[in-house]
């Protein structure tokens, strides 16, 4: 079975700082992809950035980036430069390559930003 | 850039009746899912759905749930006889091949 973890239910960061979301999971699976959801208000579930885990390099869009440990099943994401528009529920998620995709997602932290 | 789409955004029901949810796939996608949030929790895998027929289930897919593609456009999710822990978010997403999945905006289900 896959699971996902996010441990922080909340964090916070002051506008224009940098806040880092953690993020573990467990899989059998050898091929696998990982995500970074948001959730603004709206309840939208917005692609925030992805990771195919054969990949060594660090995914990165613009402000956005992940550090991917994959002996240590870690995936935690890095949001530069913080903005109010920021604020949203994050939710890591785990799919399967191998399967037909379905995404297991964690628990998600609530991020607020702070002006 | 193409969306994935799902009507209605709100639906509110009493116990007991039939919904229907519909969604669009974006139009080249092959591989369809239904996920529910219930208030305050995670999101929750129900479905998938590939060449015309389920590809996986969770234990939340009971037999009150089906999953139909009537066309070459709509996907839609039933649930038989709805119930007060039915209420939450139902998220479609679509995809071209396992891996990134786009997501609709939502139908947020009341059950009465």
């Known amino acids: 079975a896959q699971t996902v973890t996010q441990s922080q239910p909340e964090m916070s960061v002051q506008e224009a700082e940098t806040v880092t979301l953690s993020c573990t999971y467990d899989?059998?699976?050898?091929?696998?992809?990982l995500f970074w959801y948001k959730q603004p208000p709206s309840r939208q579930m917005i692609l925030v950035i992805r990771q195919e885990a054969y990949k060594q390099q660090n995914a990165t869009e613009n402000r956005f980036s992940v550090n991917f440990q994959k002996a240590a099943k870690s995936f935690s994401l890095k949001i530069s430069d913080s903005q109010l528009g920021d604020a949203a529920m994050y939710f890591c998620a785990l799919g399967g390559g191998t399967s037909y995709g379905k995404l297991t997602f964690g628990q998600g932290t609530i991020l607020t930003v702070h002006p | 850039e193409p969306e994935v789409t799902q009507t209605p955004s709100h639906q509110v029901t009493q116990m007991g009746q039939e919904v229907i949810l519909r969604c669009v796939p974006i139009s080249n996608h092959l591989y369809f899912y239904w996920y529910r949030q219930i208030l305050g929790q995670k999101v929750e895998f129900l479905v998938s759905?590939?060449?015309?027929?389920?590809?996986?289930k969770s234990e939340i897919f009971d037999d009150q749930f089906s999953v139909e593609r009537p066309d070459g456009s709509n996907f839609t999710l039933k649930i038989r006889s709805t119930k007060l822990e039915d209420s939450a978010m139902y998220f479609c997403?679509?995809?071209?091949?396992?891996?990134?999945?786009?997501f609709g905006p939502g139908t947020r289900l009341t059950v009465l």
């Open positions: 997403a679509s995809t071209t091949r396992p891996g990134t999945q786009y």
């Open positions: 759905f590939y060449n015309n027929e389920i590809s996986e």
């Open positions: 899989t059998s699976e050898s091929d696998y992809y």
